[in-house]
Structures are given as C-alpha cells and as structure tokens.
C-alpha cells in the first residue's frame, strides 16, 4: 500500500476562517512533508517532521500552522490566508527523514477568497 | 542559476516514438534524483528513480545519470497518448540537520500525439 490520503479534496475559505487540512498514511513512513504548488509551478516545500517532530520549516508564515499528532497523520491549520495563498497544498511521505522517496497524496486545492 | 533545470517545453513526440527529457542540476553533492509525473490537476507520481551513473530501466522507461556532466534524463520507449503529462525532475539535496530535501526542476510537458 503506497497510499497518501488527503482531505478534503478542495475548500473554499474567508480571510478571516480558520480551517485543517488533513493528511493520512498507513505505509509506516516516519518522514512527512507538506508542500504548496502554484498553478504551472513545481512543488514548494512548506514543512518536514520526521518522527513527530518537526524538522524543517521553510521560513513560511504563521498563518499555516503544520501538526503531527502520531505517525500517521499530519494536519495543516489555516488561519487569516490570503487571496495568494490559493493553490494545491500536496502531503508527501518516506520511509524517513534520510530515505529520499516521497510519495505525495492527491492534493487539496485551496481557493482564498 | 537554478539548482535543478529542465526545458519547459511543450515536447511534442508522435505515438510510438521515443520521447527524450532532460535535466541539469547544480549540487555536485547530490546523491539520488528522481521523475515524477504530474497529470493535469493532480498530484505528482513518482515513476522513476536513480542513484548510480548509468542507464535503469522500468518497463517503457529509461533514467540516465551522468553525475560527472551533472545530468538526468528519462527516456520514454513507445510513447503512448497517455504519458501526456509534465515531468518533473528532482533533485535530493541534504542540508544542514541532515534532513531530506527534494529540489524539484521547473517541469518538462510532453504531448504525445496519435
């Protein structure tokens, strides 16, 4: 089973709505990652935990807070986005922060209005 | 110059021919390299992945990898309407912490026409 799951599929949210995306994997990969991809853009990395803990933020703003409750699961909370924050946010997963296959979930697309 | 880079296309190969892509990257520290396929609206699918200089093979497709020339490409036998699609190219990059980081090109589209 190679699967990432992510939900949900798109939302739409308000300036001032707080909302979660939700990420799932039932591989065993100790490494998650969350990325934000721009329409014609390659993925950019947002967030890295490896073991539940987080590893890597890549400078990005407050307003995107990442979580890891357990292994599996990997939540991003949203909070007071801008119009430009709009895109397809992609969780990835890999056997560990070392391994360097990552295995990215369907994406949820994002609209900021 | 960026670290990853590829050709943005669109390549347009007919059906049955062999599409070629390429990438270049920067970090001669760079140890594994990777193609992901990105359909149109959806996430991308790792497809291919190499290490070691030399040619793998995956059923109709094919990575290349010149470390010394800084240089990946995957081959395409038999395109097939279906691998229409970008191509992404990335690029393993392990920074300060040691913590696994993937350098990901621009993207090559390929159009493969009946």
């Known amino acids: 089973d190679t699967e990432v799951t992510q939900t949900p599929k798109h939302l739409v949210m308000g300036m001032t709505n707080k909302k979660s995306l939700k990420c799932e994997q039932h591989?065993?990969?100790?490494?998650m990652y969350w990325y934000k991809q721009k329409a014609k853009k390659p993925p950019e990395l947002m967030f890295v935990?490896?073991?539940?803990?987080?590893?890597i933020n890549e400078s990005v703003p407050s307003r995107f807070s990442p979580e890891c409750p357990n292994s599996s699961l990997l939540n991003l909370h949203l909070h007071a986005l801008q119009p430009e924050d709009s895109a397809l946010y992609l969780c990835a997963s890999s056997q560990e922060s070392r391994a360097y296959e990552q295995y990215f979930g369907p994406g949820t697309r994002l609209t900021v209005t | 110059q960026k670290e990853v880079e590829q050709n943005s296309g669109p390549l347009s190969v007919p059906e049955g021919a062999i599409a070629s892509l390429n990438c270049t990257y920067s970090?001669?520290?760079?140890?594994?390299f990777f193609w992901y396929r990105q359909y149109s609206g959806k996430s991308p699918e790792l497809i291919m992945s190499?290490?070691?200089?030399g040619d793998k093979e995956d059923g109709r497709f094919t990575a290349q990898l010149n470390k010394a020339s800084q240089y990946v490409s995957l081959l395409i036998r038999d395109s097939q309407p279906s691998d229409s699609a970008t191509y992404l190219c990335a690029v393993n990059r392990v920074p300060a912490g040691g913590y696994n980081k993937l350098i990901f090109g621009a993207g090559t589209r390929l159009a493969v026409h009946p």
């Open positions: 190499i290490y070691s200089n």
């Open positions: 591989m065993g990969h100790r490494a």
């Open positions: 935990y490896s073991y539940e803990k987080l590893s």
């Open positions: 970090d001669r520290g760079s140890q594994s």
